[in-house]
T-cell receptor, first 115, second 114 residues
């Protein structure tokens, strides 16, 4: 059973470009979470999605960032007009259900570097 | 809302020595507690979790943690570490009343020397 998959693993963008990060949850999981990890910091929640629905985007910056989880295909985190401060590791996690006891399984992350 | 404090940013230790990584939490409601390990350039892997019941929780790789409600702590321990335990360790808390969003500590870097 494959784990959570993320691609690309590393992404380099110039300021002003767009970054698209993809996450395929574990088989049978319909709940996806995105987190951002800045250097020497813990993970910060960004957004929680179920298939075709955004459940909670309270951790997402109001501008330039968007996320989706379509009926078919991976979840996408999109960052428009990237700036140097967007450089971070972005992790996706998935779970079978959404309760607080549910274990979230993490992917290996996408490390975004903005030049 | 809850907060998680990991008191040590870095813990150096010799191989086969015991280790304790400290975690304290603050919350106005009861919480579930988790420890994750992150190896270089990898995602987080769950080591163990406390939901209810026995306050001593055993996890993978020989780690265990003890929930202490009075001291609001959830320290992680291992009696004898290996070089391969060198990694970043994160403590996390989630409100038991329905929140799916964990709050993570800033992490403790465990460095095991030969």
């Amino acid at each position: 059973n494959a784990g959570v998959m993320q691609n690309p693993r590393h992404l380099v963008r110039r300021r002003g470009q767009e970054a698209r990060l993809r996450c395929s949850p574990m088989k049978g999981h319909s709940h996806v979470y995105w987190y951002r990890q800045l250097p020497e910091e813990g993970l910060k929640f960004m957004v929680y999605l179920q298939k075709e629905n955004i459940i909670d985007e309270s951790g997402m910056p109001k501008e330039r960032f968007s996320a989706e989880f379509p009926k078919e295909g991976p979840s996408i985190l999109r960052i428009q007009q990237v700036v140097r401060g967007d450089s971070a590791a972005y992790f996706c996690a998935s779970s079978m259900a959404g309760g607080p006891q549910e274990t979230q399984y993490f992917g290996p992350g996408t490390r975004l570097l903005v030049l | 809302a809850q907060s998680v404090t990991q008191l040590d940013s870095q813990v150096p230790v010799f191989e086969e020595a015991p280790v304790e990584l400290r975690c304290n939490y603050s919350s106005s409601v009861s919480v579930y507690l988790f420890w994750y390990v992150q190896y270089p350039n990898q995602g987080l892997q769950l080591l163990l979790k406390y939901l209810s019941g026995s306050t001593l929780v055993k996890g993978i790789n020989g780690f265990e943690a003890e929930f202490n409600k009075s001291q609001t702590s959830f320290h992680l321990r291992k009696p004898s570490v290996h070089i391969s335990d060198t990694a970043e360790y994160f403590c996390a808390a989630r409100a038991s009343g329905g929140s799916y969003i964990p709050t993570f500590g800033r992490g403790t870097s465990l460095i095991v020397h030969p």
